[in-house]
C-alpha cells in the first residue's frame, strides 16, 4: 500500500506552497517569541507580587512590635484599644498573633480581610524567624511571617498571616488573559504574514504566468522586472538573461544546422550531376579521369568538413582534459610556418617571423595549441593578396604570451567582428568555400585557446589587414635561444 504523504510531517511541510509556509514559520516563530516572552511576564509578575507580600508581612511587624509594650508587673501587653484606635491591618491580612515564651498567646486580632468570614489560626510552634507557606483546612493558600521580637528586655513571637487568594486570582486572570490573547495575535499574525507573502511573491507569480509562453520558438519574450533591485529583481534579471543567451544559443544552432546542410549539400550535388554526366554521355579516358578527380576533390572536401565538424564537437562536447605540459611557444609558432610554408608559396604569400630571444613558456597540449595555430595562420594565408607577407610574432606580456597573426588582406568590417568566431559565418563574399574554407577553422581556433586559459583578440580595419593576437597564461621555464626566420 502507498503510504499517503500527509503521514509524514515533512512531506507534508514540502507539500505546502511557499506563500503558505513562509506564514506558517511566521506564525510559528512569533508564537515562540510570545510564549517565552509571556513566561517571563509572568514569572517576573510573580516575583514582583511576592516581594511586595513579603513586604507588607514586615510592616505588619514593624507595628505590632510598636503595639508591644512593658506594664508594672513587668509583663508585656498589648496597647489598649483606646490608645490604638487608629490601628488597622492592611488589606488582605487574615490575623496577627502574639505569643509569649512560654507559648500562651498574648494577643491576637483579625486582619480587616478576615472580617466576615470564620478563620481558623494555625497553631502556634515555635519555628525560626523567616516567611513559610500554609494552607488552611478551608484551602485558603496563607503566606506567614514568624518572628521573634524583644520589647523592654521581654521577648515574644509575633505572627503576620496573609491570604493569597488575591494574588491568585491576578495571576489567573493574567494567564487567562495570555492563553486567549496569544492565539489570537498568532492567528493575526499568520493571517497578516499570508497577505505579505502573497504581495511579495506576487511578482514571481507573474514571472511564472511569463515563463509559461517561453518555448523554443519564442526565446524573444522575457519576464518582467519588478521595478526594484531586491532579490526578485535579480532573479527576473538573471533569467532574462539566461533566456538571452539561450535565443542566441538556438539561432546559433539554427544556422549551424542551415550552414551545415549547405555545405554537405554543395559537394554532394556536385559529385551526383558529374557522375550523372558521366553515365549519360560517353566519355574518353581523359573526360573520365577528369569526372573522376572532381569527384575525388569534392570528396576531399566532405572529409575535410566531416574532419572539422567532428573536431569542432568534440571540441564543445568535452572530449575530456587537456595534456598539460610546458610548451615553447616560439617553437610551436616556428613549427606551424613550417608546415604551411608550402601553401604560402603555392599563393606567393611570405612569411616573417618576430621570435624573442627568451622564448617564453605556455602550459597546455602541443597539438591541440598547434590546431589554433595553425586555422590563425591557415586563415591569414588563404585571405592574403599574392605578393603580401604574413608576419607571425611572440612577445612576453606581463604575466601573458602573445602571439600576433598579421595578414595584409582586405580586412573585417567592425558588424563582423563578433561574429567571424562562429561556425560558417563569413564576413563577406572574399571568405567563401572557393577558397577552401567553411567558416570553422577560428571557431576551433578560438575553443582550443579558451581551453587553455586564454583569448583571442581580433584588430582589424578594411582595407588594411587584420592581426589576431592569441594571449596564453605564461608558465615559467628556461629560456630559449631562437633567432629570426623568414620564408616564403
Request: hydrophobic share 45%; charged share 25%.
Amino acid at each position: 500500500m502507498p503510504r499517503m504523504p500527509w503521514k509524514n510531517p515533512p512531506d507534508l511541510w514540502r507539500a505546502l506552497g511557499i506563500r503558505t509556509r513562509l506564514a506558517a514559520g511566521y506564525a510559528a516563530t512569533l508564537s515562540l517569541l510570545l510564549f517565552v516572552y509571556a513566561a517571563f511576564v509572568y514569572t517576573a509578575a510573580y516575583e514582583r507580587l511576592s516581594i511586595e507580600v513579603d513586604h507588607r508581612l514586615d510592616q505588619e511587624v514593624e507595628i505590632a512590635e510598636r503595639s508591644l509594650f512593658a506594664n508594672g508587673s513587668g509583663r508585656l501587653v498589648w496597647r489598649s484599644p483606646a490608645l490604638s484606635a487608629d490601628y488597622d491591618t492592611l488589606p488582605n491580612m487574615l490575623w496577627i498573633d502574639v505569643h509569649r515564651v512560654d507559648g500562651s498567646l498574648l494577643h491576637r486580632s483579625l486582619g480587616g480581610y478576615a472580617r466576615g468570614r470564620p478563620v481558623e489560626p494555625l497553631a502556634f510552634q515555635v519555628r525560626p524567624s523567616g516567611f513559610f507557606s500554609a494552607t488552611l483546612p478551608d484551602g485558603a493558600h496563607l503566606r506567614i511571617l514568624q518572628r521573634a521580637v524583644e520589647v523592654d528586655g521581654l521577648r515574644a513571637t509575633v505572627r503576620v498571616a496573609y491570604d493569597e487568594e488575591q494574588i491568585r486570582r491576578d495571576l489567573a486572570s493574567f494567564l487567562l488573559v495570555l492563553a486567549i490573547g496569544i492565539p489570537l495575535a498568532v492567528i493575526a499574525a499568520g493571517l497578516a504574514g499570508y497577505w505579505l507573502a502573497g504581495q511579495a511573491l506576487t511578482p514571481v507569480a507573474r514571472m511564472t504566468e511569463e515563463a509559461r509562453s517561453i518555448t523554443a520558438e519564442h526565446l524573444d519574450v522575457r519576464l518582467p522586472l519588478p521595478g526594484h533591485d531586491d532579490e526578485l529583481g535579480r532573479l527576473a534579471t538573471t533569467f532574462n538573461d539566461l533566456f538571452a543567451r539561450l535565443e542566441r544559443s538556438f539561432e546559433q544552432l539554427r544556422r549551424f544546422t542551415a550552414d551545415a546542410s549547405h555545405e554537405l549539400r554543395t559537394p554532394l550535388t556536385v559529385i551526383r550531376s558529374v557522375g550523372e554526366v558521366g553515365l549519360r554521355e560517353p566519355q574518353d579516358e581523359a573526360g573520365y579521369r577528369e569526372i573522376i578527380g572532381t569527384m575525388l576533390e569534392e570528396a576531399d572536401r566532405l572529409a575535410l568538413l566531416t574532419s572539422a565538424l567532428l573536431e569542432l564537437t568534440r571540441a564543445e562536447g568535452g572530449r575530456g582534459p587537456l595534456r598539460r605540459e610546458a610548451i615553447d611557444v616560439c617553437k610551436a609558432v616556428l613549427d606551424t610556418a613550417e608546415f604551411l610554408g608550402v601553401l604560402a608559396e603555392e599563393r606567393q604569400v611570405g612569411l616573417a617571423l618576430d621570435l624573442p630571444a627568451a622564448a617564453p613558456t605556455v602550459l597546455g597540449d602541443p597539438t591541440v595549441l598547434r590546431q589554433a595555430l595553425v586555422n590563425l595562420l591557415d586563415n591569414a594565408v588563404k585571405h592574403s593578396p599574392a605578393g603580401t607577407t604574413v608576419r607571425l610574432a611572440v612577445r612576453a606580456d606581463g604575466d601573458e604570451a602573445e602571439i600576433s597573426v598579421a595578414d595584409q588582406g582586405p580586412g573585417i568590417a567592425p558588424e563582423h567582428r563578433e561574429h567571424v568566431y562562429e561556425r560558417f559565418y563569413r564576413a563577406d563574399s572574399s571568405r567563401n568555400g572557393k577558397t577552401g574554407g567553411f567558416g570553422l577553422g577560428l571557431a576551433i581556433a578560438r575553443w582550443a585557446v579558451e581551453a587553455h586559459g586564454g583569448r583571442i583578440e581580433l584588430d582589424s580595419e578594411p582595407g588594411r589587414g587584420s592581426i589576431f593576437r592569441i594571449r596564453l597564461p605564461l608558465f615559467p621555464a628556461q629560456d630559449g635561444r631562437l633567432g629570426t626566420w623568414s620564408g616564403v
